[in-house]
């Protein structure tokens, strides 16, 4: 006889719908996946490339930042959330800020696409927040079921 | 962010000037894996078998890049590189964001392939 774990066995049903639903509040659930766009994206405009924001797993959840561009709010780090923006070529500096502030500086060349993950550690009191950049094929498959949510 | 208390990995930069190269300049493969610290704790890898064009020359160096992986100078904050190299010995790391230059711990001397084709 197979028997299935069930941690919130036992939990009222109403208390559990109560907490899937402030768990997944803070996480990227509707908007098209990366996966459903990717073909259908035009390629930037000429002489602008392209960077992938992403936070491709739902660990601090509720710890969601602005993103910026050049110390420009371009958006938030929604957990399984992505978007992106075509920017001209030239060096940009991404940065997000909880109790301290994280930062990545890359280059971007004219059609080029760029990806970075943002990645979450362990804070004082609250989680450290930092940009990464990741290698195309591993950001393909680390983005392809994360949501859209702005561009 | 100087001064900040979680800042506790940090990396010298020292300001320099960038001279770009012609392309089709010199270019090598690395026959190795290779690991080079920047006395942050954090690093650098570089995988066996990437390409590496010159892309320049700083006063500390000639510049490399690649486009077979990423290259990063990681600390509290992450800056991506190129490698600079004098004599066949990696010396150090450029950051074209920053316009400076990180030096390596300890200089290493790589083994390439000169001339090799991508």
């Known amino acids: ?17 109560l907490l899937a639903a402030l768990f997944l509040s803070g996480c990227a659930t509707s908007g098209a996946t990366y996966a459903d766009l990717q073909a ?32 420009a709010v371009i958006g ?14 030239g060096d940009y500096t991404i940065s997000t800020e909880t109790e301290v502030k994280r930062s990545l500086s890359l280059t971007l060349a004219p059609g080029q696409v760029r990806y970075v993950r943002i990645g979450i550690a362990f804070g004082f009191f609250v989680g450290h927040v930092y940009p990464e950049l990741v290698e195309d ?8 079921g994360c949501h859209l949510t702005g561009s | 962010m100087s001064g900040c208390a979680f800042d506790v990995s940090y990396v010298t930069r020292v300001p320099t000037t960038f001279e770009p190269a012609a392309p089709n300049g010199p270019n090598w493969v690395l026959q190795q894996p290779q690991s080079i610290g920047v006395g942050s704790g954090f690093p650098t890898r570089l995988r066996q078998g ?8 700083i006063p500390q160096g000639d510049v490399f890049r690649t486009g077979d992986q990423i ?35 300890e200089p290493v001397k790589l083994p390439i392939q000169q001339g090799a084709q991508p």
Do not use: C
Not at chain 1, 1 to 17: D, E, K, Y
Not at chain 2, 50 to 57: F, I, S
């Open chain 2, 71 to 105: 290259v990063t100078v990681e600390a509290s904050n992450t800056f991506e590189a190129m490698v600079v190299l004098r004599d066949n010995t990696l010396v150090g790391f450029y950051l074209p964001v920053e316009h400076s230059f990180v030096a390596a711990t």
């Open chain 1, 76 to 89: 938030s780090a929604v957990p399984r959330g992505f978007f992106y923006l075509d920017r001209p070529a």
């Open chain 1, 137 to 144: 094929a591993e950001a393909q498959s680390d983005i392809a």
């Open chain 1, 40 to 71: 259908k994206l035009p390629p930037p405009p000429p002489g602008d490339g392209r960077i992938f924001i992403y936070r491709s797993t739902v660990a601090g959840a509720a710890v969601q930042p602005s993103v910026k561009l050049n110390d």
């Open chain 2, 50 to 57: 990437t390409h590496w064009q010159r892309a320049g020359t």
């Open chain 1, 1 to 17: 006889m197979t028997r299935s774990i069930r941690p919130f066995r036992g939990l009222p049903p109403l208390l559990f719908a």
